[in-house]
Every structure is written in C-alpha cells, then in structure tokens.
C-alpha cells in the first residue's frame, strides 16, 4: 500500500504536481484513485496487470535490462539492479514498469525504488520485489540471477517531477510494507532537489517531506537505513516515522527513536494531516500552514 499527499503552503491548491496535465487543477487528479481508495486495490487484487491497467499511460519505449546487481532488503523482499541498454530510457519517480520475463507468459508491475538521477549517471534502475506465487515475483526469488535479461516498459500516472518555475509544496507519504517503493524513489528525487538548489543555488524549491511507514517488523522496513541518512541529512526537511504491528525482538537504539507507534491507521493519519499545522519561515516571519489530506 502507498498513499502521498500534497501539503499546498499557505493552502495554495497543488495537488496537480504529481501529473503535468492536471497541475493547474485544484482537483484531485484523477489518477490518485489507485492510491486513496483500498477498496478499489482490494478488488483488482487478482486480476492480470496489463488488464488492470489498461487504461494508464505507458512510455511508448521499451528496453531490455541485465540483472547486475541483488540483495536481499528483508526475509520476503529481494532486490534488483538492472542496467538498462536503452539510452532514451527514463521515468520519473513514483512510476512502475511494466516486467518482461523470458520464458514467463505473465507480466508483472513492479514499482521502481530508485531514483531517476541513478539512471542518468549510471543506466541503473533498482526494483524490490516481495516473494509470492506470482510467477514473476516466483521467479525473482528462485530463477533470477546476475546476467539474467529481461524487457522493461515504465508506465504510471502518479509521479513526482516538480519544475523548476512550479510552486513549492509539502508531502506526506504514507506507506505499508513493500507499498514504500515508489515513495522511495520520490524521496531520494526529493533529496536530489535539495542538494540541486544548495549546490546552484536555482532549481525546484522543495518543501518538507514526511513519510508514516509502518511494517511486520523493524526487519522488514524496507530501505530503513537509506531513509535515515536522508533524515539525518536534511533535518527539519526530510522527516520519518515508523510503526511495527507485530514485534517480537527488541528494537536497535539505533531505531528506537523514530519507532513511534505499533499501529499505523486512519487516527495517526488524520492527526497527522488533519489536525496539525506546519510552521514555515519566508523573509524572516513565521507563517502557518495547514496539513490537508486529499482522500
């Protein structure tokens, strides 16, 4: 499960970043309704990727990619490095690919974790895949291996790839288990937009980001290590929360102070979104922002 919200400054409407068609709407955009809704996840659950999403927009490019790189993130969850052959090949953060798998007559969705600067500076995109009987998730974790091949196509409407004239914004990003993939790669383009505008001085002016995680476990929080080092390399800008329902080891010193509940649900997020507010500072005087959840 993934969720993200735009926290619009001084309630400005800007829900729209996430897609360039609708920025000017103060609409949701339509296509946040794979992300607000579980009901309608729920339902698509079993149904084939390519007929679940027909109707989403797809990069018209299409590229084969050799396995050069894996690991394991948890227990259930494998990693991919995968170096893409096409040179016009490119995504924005938050988008998914479509997965070609010789051999293999179904084609899975996975959403990329890495960072669209990570494929510019070296042809890499990073997937991490949750075991399952699915076929391909079947063969990621038994079948794949360093030098194996497979066809990638990105597609997904929801993204985050601000410009540089566009109006700052705040995140929340809100995710459960292995849905924190696409919210990654959002977070590492935000960090990205940060050391952009520190280092040039122009650029995208990023707002805040916070991110509510919630997991089994702390070993099956994903990316935790990397989502610190944001955290503790933007304090005050980049921001995180983790929750484990089912712990049963002690949580690291290291863990313990950003481990802040054992339940992620609908009352954490509203008094997150809902009911506090986000003091900013312009030209030396303190100014309020109200959270506003998009649902």
């Known amino acids: 499960m993934a969720r993200a919200f735009v926290i619009p400054p001084l309630l400005r409407g800007s829900a ?16 946040w309704r794979h992300f607000t809704g579980s009901c309608t996840m729920k339902s698509q659950k079993n149904s084939d990727h390519l007929e679940r999403t027909a109707e989403i927009f797809r990069d018209k490019i299409m590229s084969s990619a050799k396995v050069c790189g894996l690991a394991y993130e948890s227990e259930s969850v494998r990693r991919l490095r995968l ?13 998914w690919v479509d997965f070609f798998i010789p051999g293999v007559p179904v084609v899975a969705g996975f959403s990329i974790c890495s960072s669209p600067s990570l494929l510019k500076q070296e042809s890499v995109v990073e997937l991490a895949v949750k075991y399952a009987n ?18 990638l196509r990105v597609g997904g409407e929801f993204f985050f790839d601000p410009q540089p004239s566009d109006s700052s914004v705040n995140l929340v990003l809100i995710a ?24 040039q001085g122009s650029g995208y002016e990023m707002g805040t980001v916070r991110l509510l995680y919630s997991a ?6 994903l990316f935790k290590r990397s989502i610190l080092n ?8 980049i921001m995180c929360s983790f929750y ?3 712990q049963t080891t002690e949580i690291s010193e290291d863990l313990l102070p950003y481990v802040t509940g054992i339940m992620l649900d609908h009352r954490v997020c509203a008094l997150t979104l809902e009911g506090s507010t ?15 959840c998009h649902l």
């Open 176 to 199: 459960g288990g292995v849905g924190i993939n696409p919210l990654n790669s959002i977070m590492l383009h935000v960090a990205d937009l940060y050391r952009h505008r520190e280092n």
């Open 216 to 221: 089994k476990n702390t070993d099956e929080l």
């Open 83 to 95: 170096l893409i052959a096409n040179k016009d090949f490119t995504f924005k953060a938050g988008q």
């Open 244 to 246: 484990v329902t089912h």
């Open 16 to 31: 729209g970043m996430f897609c360039p068609q609708t920025a000017l709407s103060p609409q949701r955009p339509k296509d």
């Open 134 to 151: 699915h076929p391909p998730s079947l063969w990621v974790h038994t079948k794949c291996a360093l030098g194996s091949e497979v066809t």
């Open 278 to 292: 986000l003091e900013q500072q312009h030209g030396g005087r303190i100014q309020k922002t109200e959270f506003k």
């Open 230 to 237: 944001l955290a503790n390399t933007f304090p005050g800008k």
